[in-house]
């Protein structure tokens, strides 16, 4: 599970996932505007950045294996479902369990619509709890690009106001055989190593953005892995701070 990332400022974001800045990124906003977003670290329930499917004009969602291009959204990460009576949720709703998806209601309706989306990401961050207590670990691509995580995303609407609440969710997947994400979250004693049901988010590459955004359910269900050991770049948060000041003292 991830609770914390930092996003990529929206130049970049438009600039590395071919976003049409010309795609409005809110209902009601002029077409040729760019969302208010800058590089920020991103919890639970804050706004963030994410990318989906631009739809057509005429339809409220993208269809699954449709869309006419790309669109940046500011949105709340927790996924606010068609049934919640408010958009403040008493659960949890900001990571996703992918191989649940088709049967959890609050996820079920958005993962059959092809309401897929990417969140990019510098950075984000998990717990290790192998010198007993909990040291956070700082996650990059090793070739320094961010990452683009595998989502869902869904618009609820206010019945009494007509406010718009454009919402998202992290999708994560088992990693208990994975070298490195099975380091990572507190391990219950009373379970083994294959039944920890330790969790990774998902990296999405570029070259499978359009299959993951726009592609029928099942090109999207073969995205859903866990990235190669190479794909990291991982270590204590604390280390990567004592690096970045001792470059700044010379």
């Known amino acids: 599970m991830c609770n914390r990332y930092v996003s990529p400022a929206a130049a970049d974001i438009e600039r590395l996932w071919n976003v049409?800045?010309?795609?409005a990124p809110n209902p009601g906003k002029p077409a040729n505007s760019s969302p208010a977003w800058r590089r920020s670290e991103v919890y639970p329930r804050a706004p963030g950045a994410f990318i989906r499917g631009a739809p057509s004009p005429s339809e409220e969602?993208?269809?699954e294996g449709g869309g006419n291009g790309r669109e940046l959204v500011i949105g709340q990460w927790g996924l606010v479902p068609f049934f919640?009576?408010?958009p403040k949720l008493t659960y949890s709703t900001n990571n996703a369990r992918s191989e649940e998806l088709a049967a959890k209601a609050t996820f079920k309706y958005p993962w059959a619509?092809?309401?897929?989306c990417i969140i990019p990401a510098e950075t984000f961050d998990e717990p290790n709890w192998e010198s007993g207590k909990n040291v956070w670990w700082r996650f990059r691509r090793a070739d320094g690009h961010p990452w683009g995580l595998a989502g869902l995303w869904n618009r609820w609407v206010d019945k009494e106001t007509g406010e718009v609440f454009e919402t998202y969710t992290m999708l994560t997947i088992n990693a208990d055989a994975h070298p490195l994400m099975s380091r990572m979250h507190k391990p219950d004693p009373k379970l083994g190593p294959a039944e920890q049901d330790k969790r990774s988010v998902i990296p999405v590459e570029l070259e499978d953005v359009d299959g993951w955004l726009s592609g029928t359910v099942d090109e999207a269900r073969a995205l859903l892995k866990v990235?190669?050991?190479?794909?990291?770049?991982?270590?204590?948060?604390?280390?990567e701070r004592r690096s970045e000041r001792r470059s700044e003292r010379q």
């Open 20 to 23: 049409g800045a010309r795609n």
């Open 61 to 63: 969602v993208a269809p």
């Open 84 to 86: 919640a009576k408010s």
């Open 113 to 116: 619509r092809g309401q897929r």
């Open 227 to 239: 990235a190669p050991v190479g794909v990291f770049d991982a270590g204590p948060v604390s280390d």
